[in-house]
């Protein structure tokens, strides 16, 4: 008896084959793959399918009630920076925050009093009487009508004066025409100058400013502490922030004499001389200034509408 075995009966030239699946053949198995009596990996039991059905009755209830409340802040944001164009405005996280060449003022310019005819002319001749004495501090290099940033985030219109070896920040009534309030600093005592863009922290609901300003770092003769820092009365914050006045970017304000009082620039260009000539070795950073306001609703109703101005607000002016 002759015994044959598998490799023997396999001809020299097979190597290998190809197995193909006919039409009745995928019929057969999308029969299978449906049959009830066959369970594949994507059949749920009846336990399975409950468990999913209550699943998204929580999520539809969860989104009809939780969602709107969670959306609470992207509201907020969303309508704080409504006034901004549709066409120019990204999406909330790619918001080009860069500075604008200038912010247009669509009231009456006459509404600022410090707009009106010998007004600051007053004040600056007084103040300098008042605060100066051209033997002790030197000449006056210039004088300068800037918006003022506290440490709240608050904008307030203040008159400055620049000489030779000193500088005065003054409040000044523009409508009773008097002096209300003021600080003197020496030029020795600033310890650093900060020019660049006003920007808030990422985390931020408030509207970016897109405005240039200048922060100075003033020498400190006791530690600032938490309470200081948090008292929005403090005049004692180790640091003066400016940025420009509201009415350099009228359309009205046209005369370079108005303009130049209002002009941060050239407030940064007439205090940095004055620094460099009493100051061998001072130091002007340029970066981001950063103001810390994350949620200061106060401040945005405060600047918004202008009311650390001296202004005429309908029948009244204050």
Not at 35 to 41: A, G, V
Not at 187 to 207: C, H, R, W
Not at 250 to 262: G, M, W
């Amino acid at each position: 008896m002759i015994e044959m075995t598998l490799e023997e009966d396999l001809p020299e030239e097979f190597r290998g084959g190809t197995l193909r699946i006919g039409a009745e053949n995928k019929l057969n198995e999308s029969s299978k793959a449906t049959s009830p009596n066959i369970l594949t990996p994507a059949d749920k039991t009846d336990k399975e399918s409950a468990e999913l059905s209550s699943n998204n009755n929580n999520c539809h209830w969860r989104n009809a009630f939780i969602a709107p409340f969670s959306s609470i802040p992207n509201k907020i944001t969303e309508t704080i920076w409504s006034s901004k164009s549709k066409e120019t405005t990204p999406a909330p996280n790619t918001i080009d925050r860069s500075v604008l060449p200038s912010i247009p003022i669509n009231e009456d310019p006459n509404n600022f009093f410090t707009f009106r005819d010998g007004v600051m002319e007053r004040a600056v001749r007084e103040c300098i009487n008042q605060f100066l004495d051209p033997t002790t501090e030197g000449p006056l290099y210039a004088s300068f009508l800037l918006t003022q940033i506290n440490h709240w985030d608050i904008d307030k219109e203040r008159l400055i004066l620049v000489t030779a070896k000193s500088m005065v920040l003054v409040k000044y009534d523009f409508i009773a025409l008097k002096r209300l309030d003021y600080q003197k600093i020496s030029l020795n005592d600033i310890e650093g100058i900060i020019i660049g863009n006003l920007v808030y922290p990422s985390g931020s609901l408030i509207p970016e400013r897109n405005m240039k300003g200048i922060r100075l770092l003033l020498k400190q003769e006791k530690s600032d502490n938490l309470a200081s820092k948090w008292n929005p009365f403090n005049n004692e914050v180790p640091f003066w922030t400016f940025t420009f006045h509201p009415l350099y970017f009228h359309k009205d304000c046209t005369d370079e004499k108005f303009r130049s009082l209002y002009n941060l620039e050239l407030f940064i260009e007439q205090l940095c001389t004055a620094v460099n000539k009493i100051k061998e070795n001072s130091v002007i950073l340029h970066h981001n200034i950063l103001l810390e306001n994350y949620i200061g609703l106060g401040s945005i109703i405060h600047n918004r509408n202008s009311l650390g101005f001296f202004k005429v607000r309908g029948k009244f002016s204050f």
